[in-house]
């Protein structure tokens, strides 16, 4: 069964930076998939929020730029510039989404 593991939220002030790490783990699951970061804000439907390609290492949307490490089976997504509307809960996951999701990690911005 394909796990995977979001960490590295938190509470930072607007204008600051985070990096979240997805770790995947499971049998026949190629981190070199689509992959994705997607994002639940309160009373809001789950967004996709920005995604990489197959075979690609490293995409940048913005203040969002994410990233793999196929040796590690991790997915990064670097935060930049963080709003109070980036407040979400962040989850990892191909694109498009398994049915099966992480837990997520808490990302609130807040001065």
């Known amino acids: 069964q394909v796990q995977l593991v979001e960490s590295g939220g938190g509470l930072v002030q607007p204008g600051g930076s985070l990096r979240l790490s997805c770790a995947a783990s499971?049998?026949?699951?190629?981190?070199?998939?689509?992959m994705a970061w997607y994002r639940q804000a309160p009373g809001k439907q789950r967004e996709l929020l920005t995604r990489i390609s197959s075979g690609a290492s490293r995409s940048v949307k913005g203040r969002f730029t994410i990233s793999r490490d196929n040796a590690k089976n991790t997915v990064y997504l670097q935060m930049n510039s963080l709003k109070p509307e980036d407040t979400a809960v962040y989850y990892c996951?191909?694109?498009?989404?398994?049915?099966?999701w992480g837990q997520g990690t808490q990302v609130t911005v807040s001065s």
């Open positions: 499971g049998s026949f699951f190629s981190l070199n998939n689509a």
């Open positions: 996951n191909l694109d498009p989404p398994m049915a099966r």
